[in-house]
Nanobody, 120 residues
């Protein structure tokens, strides 16, 4: 089970950190990803980190602004979001996959989503 938290309302240029806590003992066996769905749009890939935390990949739209660290001791993955833009407004979802993948269909488990709203 995945529990995402940390969403909120903030102004453009600000920073926010999302958290995704996983239950169970197998967290370190999964690649962890973040996706987002803006109003009226399809869900899209944001970032992914491999099992050990040594490799990451980002969507071009967030590269250089977002990072995706994980703490396997705490069964938690984060999404650190800096220099936020109104275009980042979306519901953000964390997800777990057997490998470090970017395709939504390859993910096995999903969190419930947390809303991030960025005002101009």
């Amino acid at each position: 089970q995945l529990q995402a938290s940390g969403g909120g309302l903030l102004q453009a240029g600000g920073s926010l950190r999302l958290s995704c806590a996983a239950s169970g003992r197998t967290f370190r066996s999964y690649g962890m990803g973040w996706f987002r769905q803006a109003p009226g749009k399809q869900r899209e890939f944001v970032a992914v980190i491999n099992r050990s935390g040594g490799s990451t990949s980002y969507a071009d739209s967030v590269k250089g602004r977002f990072t995706i660290p994980r703490d396997n001791a705490k069964n938690t993955v984060y999404l650190q979001m800096n220099s936020l833009k109104p275009a980042d407004t979306a519901v953000y979802y964390c997800a777990a996959a057997g490998y470090m993948v970017r395709a939504e269909n390859d993910y096995d488990y999903w969190g419930q989503g947390t809303l991030v709203t960025v005002s101009s």
